[in-house]
């Protein structure tokens, strides 16, 4: 099964370098570990893969010896996810899942806590801080819920569509990022703090095993951090589509709908369930598709425009800069990264 790729906004690695830095600690050789440069932190647009960003989570969360980067005041040691992920991993259904999930990180935080309010029509995942804690920054509650929505779907076996989210905290830069996290109905400085998401998923039974278990936790946490996709689901079916075949060949999707055997509207209707719309998904793989290949460093950035779709390397690199904010020479694998 070929595992879904995607990028990461640069702003959420400097948000996890920042926890570092709080804590005393040079973060410069995990940043190095992930083969993250210098230069693409500077970029306010640039992007890092999915595996570099994962790489990045562990490193921190092995140099800090707390998973949840210091951001409460009592530390998630190292191997909690496991824990958590083996407590939930006996529930029967999704309801027990989010359940498990959310019962664990309230034993292990102080600070911010969260519990699921359900009714028949809608899931909340509601969050609430210990009293006279101030307020938490919105990287606090994307790696609570990372953490556990991203345990959840990978239990039941799909991605839980998110319907609205809603903060109390500041709007953080990255807030186009954490729209792409959570939803396009993501509101910051509001009253309270919830994710609602689409109640199926309650009754959908468990359908992962511990023998599973050990492949995702050795691909955790860059499985997950990615909002989460499932390698069965239309839009995992229409990347791997438009992987077989050159970008110049992409089909328009009338013609992509009918190689599927789904008529076009209902493919364009799934897909809005998903979160997603056929330009999106083609977007962004002649982005992530782009960045693969610098990274690999082993061919030229016209071959690689060529390969994305661009006749001139010039269009290409305006293009990338509009994608990422950084040159394509910036991501060019690092001096040591070549060397090891």
């Known amino acids: 099964m070929e595992k879904e790729k995607g990028t990461i906004a640069v702003s959420l690695?400097?948000?996890?370098?920042?926890?570092?830095?709080?804590?005393?600690?040079?973060?410069a050789p995990m940043l190095e570990e992930a083969g993250i440069s210098p230069q693409l932190l500077a970029a306010p647009q640039a992007r890092v893969s999915?595996?570099?960003?994962?790489?990045?989570?562990?490193?921190?969360?092995?140099?800090?010896d707390d998973e949840f980067f210091g951001q409460d005041t009592h530390p998630m040691r190292s191997g909690s996810f496991i824990a958590m992920c083996q407590a939930a991993l006996t529930a029967r259904s999704g309801a027990q899942a989010i359940a498990r999930a959310t019962g664990f990180m309230r034993l292990v935080l102080d600070d911010l806590s969260a519990h699921v309010d359900a009714t028949s029509e809608r899931v909340?995942?509601?969050?609430?801080?210990?009293?006279?804690?101030?307020?938490?920054?919105?990287?606090?509650?994307?790696?609570?819920?990372?953490l556990v929505y991203g345990l959840v779907?990978?239990?039941?076996?799909?991605?839980?569509?998110?319907?609205?989210?809603?903060f109390a905290c500041a709007e953080p830069a990255a807030g186009h990022e954490y729209r792409s996290m959570f939803c396009d109905d993501l509101r910051f400085a509001e009253r309270e703090s919830y994710v609602e998401l689409e109640?199926?998923?309650?009754?959908?039974?468990?359908?992962q095993t511990p023998k599973s278990l050990k492949t995702f936790l050795r691909n955790a946490p860059a499985s997950f951090i990615v909002k989460y996709r499932n390698p069965d689901s239309l839009g995992a079916r229409?990347?791997?589509?438009?992987?077989?075949?050159?970008?110049?060949e992409w089909p328009g999707a009338d013609v992509l709908a009918g190689e599927l055997r789904i008529a076009e509207a209902t493919m364009r209707r799934k897909l809005k369930r998903e979160g997603e719309t056929y330009q999106s998904i083609k977007d962004a793989l002649r982005r992530d598709m782009a960045i693969a290949a610098l990274?690999?460093?082993?061919?030229t950035i016209a071959d690689i425009?060529?390969?994305?779709?661009?006749?001139e390397p010039s269009a290409f690199h305006r293009a990338f800069r509009k994608w990422t904010g950084a040159r394509p020479t910036d991501y060019r694998p690092l001096p040591r990264a070549q060397d090891s």
């Open 13 to 27: 690695v400097e948000e996890a370098v920042r926890c570092v830095v709080r804590r005393g600690i040079d973060p």
């Open 199 to 207: 109640p199926s998923f309650m009754t959908l039974p468990v359908i």
């Open 153 to 166: 779907c990978w239990l039941v076996g799909r991605r839980i569509p998110v319907r609205t989210a809603r």
């Open 305 to 311: 425009a060529v390969d994305v779709g661009f006749a």
């Open 238 to 248: 229409v990347r791997r589509a438009l992987r077989t075949r050159p970008v110049l």
């Open 50 to 64: 999915s595996a570099q960003y994962g790489v990045l989570w562990s490193a921190i969360g092995r140099g800090l």
């Open 295 to 299: 990274q690999k460093g082993e061919r």
């Open 124 to 146: 909340r995942l509601v969050y609430r801080l210990r009293d006279g804690v101030p307020e938490k920054a919105m990287f606090a509650y994307a790696t609570h819920f990372i």
